[in-house]
């Protein structure tokens, strides 16, 4: 499976758990990372001790460059691939067919052989400006949410997280070609 990562930063450490208990289920997890996530140091820490920890759980340097997802495409390479999390603006950019980052090719590449996504939305903007991707990429055929919603209604009430814990639920849903349901939570993700 692939395990791409968008740089909602204060979300990964619990994509970090995710990815460790993906590393434990799977035979082979392969580690994506945007550019911009791979060189953003923040308050949530630095990019190269999470770029180690990814390499130390999986096996597999992190791929952070086009050129290095692209074969996923041609060469078949992942039965699934998850992003997690998934920002606001990588929803945009796969809503409308923009192909500029590491994770947007391996999606791509990846849709090209009609096997699953599943996408762990975490953004400020999901009940706004997002929201138009969230409902075009819930129309679309192979991609499949992970359960999300709001984090904080009452200090942030746009924002959408998924729930990180249901990724695995997800994912086996996905293999079987079904969205793992309810999609949105009640209450605080």
Not at 57 to 83: M, N, Q
Not at 110 to 129: E, Y
Request: proline residues 6%.
């Amino acid at each position: 499976m692939g395990f791409a990562f968008c740089g909602s930063y204060c979300t990964w450490e619990k994509a970090m758990k995710a990815l460790e208990r993906a590393a434990q289920t799977y035979t082979e997890v392969i580690p994506i990372v945007s550019e911009k996530s791979a060189g953003t140091d923040t308050r949530f820490g630095e990019a190269a001790d999470f770029l180690n920890r990814m390499e130390a759980l999986t096996g597999h340097t992190p791929l952070t460059s086009i050129r290095e997802t692209e074969p996923f495409g041609p060469k078949g390479l992942l039965d699934i691939l998850a992003v997690v999390p998934c920002t606001g603006n990588t929803l945009a950019k796969l809503a409308g067919g923009i192909t500029d980052s590491s994770v947007t090719m391996a999606v791509k590449a990846h849709l090209r052989n009609l096997r699953p996504v599943v996408l762990a939305p975490s953004t400020n903007d999901g009940l706004s400006i997002s929201l138009c991707s969230i409902g075009a990429l819930l129309c679309r055929k192979n991609y499949y949410f992970v359960p999300f919603g709001q984090d904080d209604p009452v200090k942030k009430p746009n924002s959408l997280v998924a729930d990180f814990d249901r990724l695995e639920e997800t994912i086996r849903w996905a293999l079987q070609g079904k969205q793992l349901q309810p999609v949105l939570l009640g209450g605080t993700a």
